[in-house]
C-alpha cells in the first residue's frame, strides 16, 4: 500500500487496488480566513496540481463537512459520478453539491474487496465540542493489505483506545497539529491531537506504525513537525514508528 499526503488531512491511499482520496481540500494558499487571526487560510499551496491529485482516483472518503476536510474547491473539482462514503448526516449536503453516488456508513460497509468500518471520536471536549460537531475515523481493511485506523479530528479518548484494542491496527494515521479553540491556550479547548496525544498513540500501540498528518497548514495549529519530532525522540518514540510526511511525500508499506 502507499499512502501520499497532499496538505493538511487530505490524503491519497492506494490500498487493494485502488485509488481513494480522504478529506480533499483544494483551496489555494491564503484564499480563506483566519481561525485565530494569525494567518489567512492554508497557510501552504499544494505541491501537486489538483488534477494530479484526483487523476485515477475510484472512490472518495469524506470525515466530515468542516471546510478544511471538504471545501468548496473540492465539491467543484472532484467528479460527481465517483461513489463518496461520508459520516450519517453529510449525506443530503454532500448530495446537494451534485455527487451522484453518496453513500453514509452508519458501522460498517464493503467495498472493490475492502471493508471499511466507520469509528467515533471527539472533536474537542465539553463546550468546545458541541461547537466542533460530529466527526468520524475510519478503518480500512482487506486482503493482504496492513489494517489502517484513519483517526480522523479527535483527541485521544476511549472511543480511538476502543479501536486500537479491536481491530489491532498496523497503521494508525492520526491528526496532529494540537490545534485550538482560538487562542485559548486550556489543553480542555485542544481540538485535535497534540504533541503529547500522539507519543501517547504510539506508546499504546507500539507494534502500530503512526503517521502523523494535518500539520503545519493552519494557523490554529500549535505544534509543528519539527517539535512532534523533537518530542517523541525525548519520549523513546522512535522514527520508525512515528513517521511525520512533509506535504507530498509519499509512504510505501509492505503488504502482510
Not at 40 to 64: A, C, F, G, K, T
Not at 158 to 186: L, M, N, Y
Not at 232 to 251: F, H, K, M, R, Y
Request: net charge negative.
Amino acid at each position: 500500500m502507499k499512502l501520499q499526503l497532499i496538505r493538511n488531512a487530505t490524503l491519497r491511499l492506494s490500498y487493494a487496488g485502488q485509488e481513494i482520496l480522504i478529506d480533499p481540500y483544494f483551496a489555494a494558499q491564503y484564499s480563506l480566513p483566519s481561525y485565530t487571526g494569525k494567518s489567512p487560510n492554508p497557510m501552504v499551496e499544494l505541491p501537486l496540481p489538483i488534477e494530479s491529485i484526483i487523476q485515477d482516483v475510484r472512490l472518495v472518503i469524506v470525515s466530515h463537512l468542516h471546510s478544511d476536510h471538504f471545501d468548496t474547491v473540492a465539491q467543484q473539482v472532484v467528479p460527481k459520478s465517483l461513489p463518496l462514503f461520508c459520516q450519517p448526516g453529510n449525506e443530503d449536503f454532500i448530495r446537494d453539491k451534485g455527487f451522484q453516488q453518496v453513500m453514509p456508513i452508519i458501522d460498517e460497509t464493503d467495498w472493490q474487496g475492502i471493508h471499511i468500518s466507520r469509528t467515533d471520536g471527539h472533536h474537542g471536549l465539553g463546550y468546545v465540542e458541541t461547537q466542533m460537531g460530529k466527526v468520524s475515523g475510519f478503518v480500512l481493511q482487506a486482503s493482504d493489505e496492513p489494517t489502517i485506523y484513519w483517526a480522523g479530528d479527535t483527541v485521544v479518548c476511549s472511543e480511538v483506545e476502543q479501536v486500537i484494542k479491536r481491530f489491532q491496527p498496523e497503521i494508525i494515521v492520526t491528526h496532529s497539529c494540537g490545534a485550538k479553540w482560538a487562542d485559548d491556550h486550556d489543553q480542555r479547548h485542544l481540538i485535535v491531537m497534540d504533541a503529547e496525544q500522539t507519543i501517547a498513540m504510539c506508546q499504546a500501540a507500539p507494534k502500530s506504525t503512526v503517521i502523523a498528518t494535518h500539520m503545519e497548514a493552519l494557523d490554529h495549529a500549535t505544534v509543528s513537525r519539527e517539535q512532534l519530532r523533537t518530542q517523541a525522540t525525548n519520549a523513546g518514540v522512535s522514527a520508525t514508528q512515528l513517521l511525520i510526511p512533509a506535504d507530498g511525500e509519499t509512504i510505501e508499506l509492505p503488504r502482510r
